[in-house]
């Protein structure tokens, strides 16, 4: 009985084994790059047809907000029911020795440049994520320092509950003593259309770009979910 010979290996020439021309290497580490952000591009015009510049959300009902506001009151939010207007949100607290104040500073900067139909139609409401010392009198006179804003204590664990539906966290740090110490918390800001639905996020790192954080706000304004 005859073994079969396997067919030969076809026969290497100086032109197979000469090296990958380096263009057509760059050319496909080029056409990978393409790939890839036209797919970025795709999901986050599948979240939403308009540009943000801020962090696209789906389709995402905003969460209630229950508690005391910087002047004394009983307050609440219901998402969709604000008379029109869109709400930014950030959790931070008065003690913070940089973001906070940044972020307010830079949002009521951003709402001052809206045309004042719009201006009228965004409230900017500051959770505090430190309720034991962020009493009224102590929010009433941070979130006024930087215009018009509401401060709003929860008390916990309700605080915790509804910052999870937000996807903020936020613990204490640099505890010296009962009064001293910091939080460290998400640093993200959220606006919510008049419709109640969460359309876009802004880190705090973005909130300095003025003109495109208002066109975020503007287009937001105008547009609340169907």
């Not at 079969?4 to 290497?12: A, F, T, Y």
């Not at 204490?172 to 959220?190: G, L």
């Not at 606006?191 to 969460?198: I, R, W, Y």
Request: net charge neutral; hydrophobic share 40%.
């Amino acid at each position: 009985m005859t073994t079969p010979h396997p067919d030969p290996l076809p026969e290497l020439t100086p032109d197979a084994l000469a090296p990958r021309p380096w263009y057509v290497s760059a050319l496909l580490a080029l056409s990978a790059v393409v790939l890839l952000i036209a797919g970025a591009w795709g999901v986050a015009r599948l979240r939403s047809p308009y540009p943000f510049y801020g962090t696209a959300y789906p389709n995402t009902q905003a969460a209630a907000l229950t508690g005391t506001d910087h002047t004394g009151r009983p307050w609440t939010f219901t998402p969709g029911e604000t008379g029109g207007a869109a709400t930014a949100i950030f959790f931070g607290f008065t003690h913070c020795p940089n973001i906070c104040p940044l972020s307010l500073a830079n949002l009521s900067r951003a709402r001052d440049t809206l045309p004042p139909a719009d201006r009228a139609r965004l409230k900017i409401l500051m959770v505090s994520v430190d309720p034991d010392r962020d009493t009224p009198q102590r929010l009433k006179e941070y979130v006024t320092y930087f215009g018009e804003g509401t401060g709003v204590n929860i008390p916990e664990p309700t605080l915790s509950a509804v910052a999870k539906q937000y996807g903020v966290g936020y613990q204490k740090a640099d505890i010296k003593s009962a009064a001293e110490y910091q939080v460290n918390h998400t640093t993200a800001t959220y606006l919510v259309d008049a419709a109640g639905k969460l359309r876009v996020l802004w880190d705090y790192s973005q909130l300095p770009q003025t003109a495109r954080v208002a066109q975020d706000m503007q287009y937001v304004i105008r547009n609340p979910a169907r």
